[in-house]
Structures are given as C-alpha cells and as structure tokens.
C-alpha cells in the first residue's frame, strides 16, 4: 500500500483524507504543546523525585526524558512531511510495516488516548473542588461534562478548536512561567532542595528508570501533531517546525517549573507531596497562592483536553478510511468538515473512563502502551530509507543516524527496566495489544466477506 508524496499534497485539501486544510503551522505547534502540558507536570514531578533520591538524579531524569522528546520528534517530523496524512503515527507504520501494527496501534489508541484524556479531566475537576464543593460522584459528572462541553467544540469545527487550543496553549506556558518567576521571586534561597548537596547518585538504576517512565508520561503529548496532518497547510514544512518548536518549548517550560520546585521545597516534601506545584506556591505565598495554583491547573488541563480530543479521533478516522475500522468512522461532517463520527466515538470512550476509573488507574499502563509503537515509528525512518529510496522528503532528520538511536536506545532502555521493576502492569499492556491480534485477523476475515459496494 502507498501513499501520494508529499510533493502531491494539494495545499488547501486533505489529498484523499476527505478533511480541508485549515490549520497553520502554529496550530498544529499549538496542539503539541498543549496535549503535552496538561496534567502530568503537576502530579509526575513527586513521582520523579520518590524514586531518583537526589537533586542531580532528578535533573538527570528530566533532561534524558527532554533529550529522547527531541530526538523522537526531530526524527517524526521526517514521516510527518513525507506523509502529511491525518492518523500520524498509524499511517507511517501502516507505510513502513503493513496493516497489523498499524491497526495494532489504532487498537491499543481505544485505550491510550480515551485513557490520557480522561485522566486530565479527572485532574481539572479536582482542582474544581477548590471553588465549588464537589463530592466523588459529582466530580465524575463534572468531568462527563466537561468531556462532552468539549468534545462539542471539536464535533462543530476543527478551526474553533484549534483556537481554543491557541489561546490555552500560550495561556498556560505563560502562566507556568509566571509561577516559576514567582517561587524564584518570592522563595528563601536555603528553603528547598538545591539549598543542599546537588548529588549524582540515584536511589538505584531501577529507580532512575522508573522516574524515567514518570517523566515520559509528562512529555508524551508532542506526537499531537502529526495526528492532524491531513488538516495543515504546506505540511512539508509546517509540520516539521511544529513537532521541533513544540518540543523545544516543552521541554524548556518542564526543566524551568522543575527546577523552581526544587528551589521552593525540600527533596522528602517534594517526593511525598500529592500537589507539588500548589505546595511549592504556597510554601513561598502563602495560602492565597493555592487558589492561584489551582485556577493554574484548571487551565493547562482544560488545555489538555481539549488537544486530545481534537487531535485523538484522526487515528479511528484513518483507519476507518482503510477498512480496518467502521466505514462510517471516517465520515466527516458535510457542513463542519470534521471527522465528526470519530470525535463523537473518543468522547464516549473518554466519558466511559472518567466516570469508572482513577488517574492513578487510567496513567500506569500509558507509556507502556505508547511508547514500543513510538519506538516503531522511529525505526520506520531507517526502514523506508531503504526500501524507498526515491520517496520524496521535504525534511530530513537532523543528525540521522544519530538522533533516531538515541531515541531508540533510551527508548528500549525504559521499556526493558519497566519490565524488570513493574511486570505486571508491562504484561498487560503487551496483553492489551496482544489481544488486536486475533480481532484483526478476524475483521479482515469478515471485511471480505462482505458483498462489494456495502
């Protein structure tokens, strides 16, 4: 199976996908950013810290979980411009390796993207109880609400929600920032933990990459861009600045909060703290900083949301398109151009998930679902550099081999300790995408069965 080269993409159509080209670089930038910075920075940061066991063990664990962000997004955005389709990362393993680990990804997507973005709604209401009481059941009422409230934005045009998405993106890295100048600003210098020995020495290699998979959970966002392909315009050369800039400003924002928590609050009240962000505004503010903190959190997970639920239903449209999928998934909507069917899908998903299960439930097998097909996806470089030499490609990955290996490596690294030091939460995401395996066989068996033109 092929797809049209990139020098073919119409700059104003989907080129086949069906969806018209709205989106501008900064969007598809946007969506990065802001899938990315949702919860995880304001829960992970403790987590990180519980199991690195020191100031530079912690830093290390930031930086590596920035290096392997950036490499795996300089070596995407060469996929990306090659095959501006909507999907990402399903297409370009569909392109590199076939149907079975394409749909393996879209499979394990029910759970990966219905699972994240849920989680982030979970968070944004418990800070909601902040402002307005709200006890277990109305908080997972209020998180179905919102689920739906958004998830409308999206069904009724990709544009307004590519300017929610805008708008809450620079909101928040703005408002992160702020925080950070505040703790820095208002903070004691001899309060937190870099007022103490900054050692090296990690709790354990088993620890380091523990913390490594918390860390990546918090980095996993930057892949938003690609899923929303077939809406940019001159994907050739806005996707490949988007995935670039998005994560340079990810991981930037990550190491500036990081480093103000570790400035405003001791390592113990760090590693044990349920809400680092809200303890370290109130250690330097007071208790007025908390309500800050809060209406923060509500923001950059309203963000959240809102990039997920925008750019996630584009793998059920895609694989749709293909026949691995209901057909009527990939319709898009007459008058709003959206994949509207898709979007109504991932927001049951999502609602079904918020109103059942905690964050702590819905984040443990996240990575460990979504990072071996990362890791595939990564590998596709060097498989279609040589097994299709002549295809075109607007952008090519700065520093390959080099940059792709390490992703990979780092990448196999986390994988390989997670199955060492959490086993059965690996075994079950192998079991999850394990169990697409006989229900691809057995949907292709159906599909052609089925009578032509049904």
Not at 106 to 119: E, Q
Not at 395 to 416: D, E, H, Q, S
Request: hydrophobic letters at 55%; aromatic letters at 10%; a positive charge.
């Amino acid at each position: 199976m092929t797809t049209p080269q990139a020098a073919s993409v119409h700059p104003t159509t989907g080129d086949g996908d069906g969806l018209p080209r709205k989106l501008g670089v900064w969007s598809a930038a946007a969506a990065a950013v802001g899938l990315t910075i949702g919860s995880g920075i304001f829960r992970v940061p403790a987590t990180v810290a519980a199991e690195s066991g020191s100031v530079g063990a912690i830093a290390l664990v930031w930086v590596l979980g920035g290096v392997i962000t950036l490499c795996g997004a300089l070596t995407i955005a060469e996929l990306a411009a090659a095959f501006p389709r909507a999907g990402g990362i399903y297409v370009y393993l569909r392109e590199a390796y076939g149907p079975l680990p394409a749909f393996l990804f879209g499979w394990s997507w029910f759970f990966i993207r219905s699972a994240a973005s849920a989680g982030t709604a979970l968070v944004f209401v418990a800070y909601l109880g902040s402002f307005v009481p709200l006890g277990g059941a109305g908080q997972r009422a209020a998180a179905v609400a919102l689920i739906v409230l958004v998830g409308a934005a999206n069904y009724r045009s990709v544009r307004l929600g590519a300017a929610i998405q805008d708008a809450s993106t620079v909101a928040k890295v703005l408002a992160i920032l702020l925080a950070a100048a505040a703790i820095f600003t208002l903070g004691q210098a001899g309060g937190g933990a870099l007022a103490g020995p900054v050692g090296f020495a990690p709790a354990g290699l088993g620890g380091i990459g523990v913390a490594l998979v918390a860390a990546l959970f918090a980095y996993d966002g930057w892949i938003a861009a690609t899923l929303i392909a077939g809406e940019v315009r001159d994907p050739g050369r806005a996707l490949p600045r988007a995935l670039a800039w998005g994560s340079v400003v990810i991981v930037a924002t990550y190491l500036t909060i990081n480093l103000a928590y570790l400035y405003a609050l001791p390592l113990a009240e760090l590693a044990a703290s349920k809400a680092v962000a809200v303890d370290a505004v109130t250690r330097v503010a007071g208790a007025g900083g908390a309500a800050l903190i809060a209406a923060l959190v509500m923001l950059s997970t309203f963000g959240g949301l809102n990039a997920g639920l925008m750019t996630g239903p584009r793998v059920y449209y895609a694989m749709a398109e293909d026949g691995l999928f209901f057909r009527r998934v990939a319709a898009v909507h007459p008058r709003f151009g959206t994949p509207h069917v898709a979007v109504v899908l991932l927001v049951v998903l999502t609602a079904l998930n918020a109103s059942v299960r905690t964050f702590e439930q819905l984040a443990e097998a996240f990575v460990l679902l979504l990072y071996p097909f990362l890791a595939l996806t990564v590998a596709a470089v060097f498989v279609l550099r040589r097994r299709r030499p002549e295809l075109e490609r607007p952008y090519r990955t700065v520093g390959y081999p080099l940059v792709p290996a390490i992703f990979l490596v780092g990448t196999v690294a986390m994988m390989v300790n997670s199955l060492l030091e959490r086993p059965d939460a690996t075994l079950l995401a192998a079991g999850i995408v394990a169990v697409g395996v006989p229900i691809y066989y057995a949907w292709r068996s159906a599909s052609r069965r089925q009578p032509a033109g049904s």
